[in-house]
């Protein structure tokens, strides 16, 4: 069965300073996709960015980035220029092609100004 | 294009009654699923609805059982509630072809008392 972790619980960072979450899983597939959503208070599931396992490049949207490294099963999210707007719950998750998510415990960011 | 809408927004239930939360996917998609979301934690997959059949199914007790319309709106129902349903419920909508990206409703807020 599929696993994800994250090992922070909380985490905070200044205001235009960069800050990193970290994700690992755990999977015998070859195909997949991970995916960092945010959860504002707001509770909206917002999807960040997505990565799919065949592809080596590290996707970006803008401010986020990602780490993907697949050998060692670590999809790490760096958020750059952080934005009090940031300030959410961060969810890592994995997905097999058109099955269900697997959530991590989630990383409480806060941007303090 | 509307996204995925959920209703309603909040409710409260007394502990022994039965729910039933709605669901409409994003435009075009045609896969539902439904995740419960406890105060504190990740979302966790209750189940999958693909041409009105329950495709596949997490580790929730019979007590949670859905339906899918021909339309791909979606109905999650709970019977005898328990303190412990007390959670959001999430609804999130695909199409099966692409399968690869998920879009998340805004959640019904359950209250069990």
């Known amino acids: 069965a599929q696993t994800v972790t994250q090992s922070q619980p909380e985490m905070s960072v200044q205001e235009a300073e960069t800050v990193t979450l970290s994700c690992t899983y755990d999977?015998?597939?070859?195909?997949?996709?991970l995916f960092w959503y945010k959860q504002p208070p707001s509770r909206q599931m917002i999807l960040v960015i997505r990565?799919?396992?065949?592809?080596?490049q590290n996707a970006t949207e803008n401010r986020f980035s990602v780490n993907f490294q697949k050998a060692a099963k670590s999809f790490s999210l760096k958020i750059s220029d952080s934005q009090l707007g940031d300030t959410a719950m961060y969810f890592c998750?994995?997905?097999?092609?058109?099955?269900?998510?697997?959530f991590g415990p989630g990383t409480s960011l806060s941007v303090i100004p | 294009d509307a996204g995925v809408t959920q209703s309603p927004t909040h409710l409260i239930k007394t502990r022994g009654q039965q729910v039933t939360l709605r669901c409409s996917p994003k435009?075009?998609?045609?896969?539902v699923s439904w995740y419960q979301q406890a105060l504190g934690q990740g979302p966790q997959f209750i189940f999958q609805?693909?041409?009105?059949?329950?495709?596949q199914r997490g580790n929730f007790p019979d007590r949670f059982s859905g339906h899918q319309f021909p339309n791909y709106s979606s109905e999650l129902n709970v019977n005898a509630l328990l303190l412990g349903d007390s959670a959001l419920y999430l609804c999130?909508?695909?199409?099966?072809?692409?399968?690869?990206?998920?879009?998340f409703g805004e959640g019904s807020w359950l209250t069990v008392v």
């Open positions: 990565q799919e396992a065949y592809k080596q």
């Open positions: 435009s075009g998609h045609d896969t």
């Open positions: 999130a909508s695909s199409l099966a072809a692409s399968g690869n990206t998920i879009y």
């Open positions: 998750a994995f997905m097999m092609s058109a099955d269900k998510v697997i």
């Open positions: 609805y693909y041409e009105e059949e329950e495709r």
């Open positions: 999977t015998s597939e070859s195909n997949y996709y």
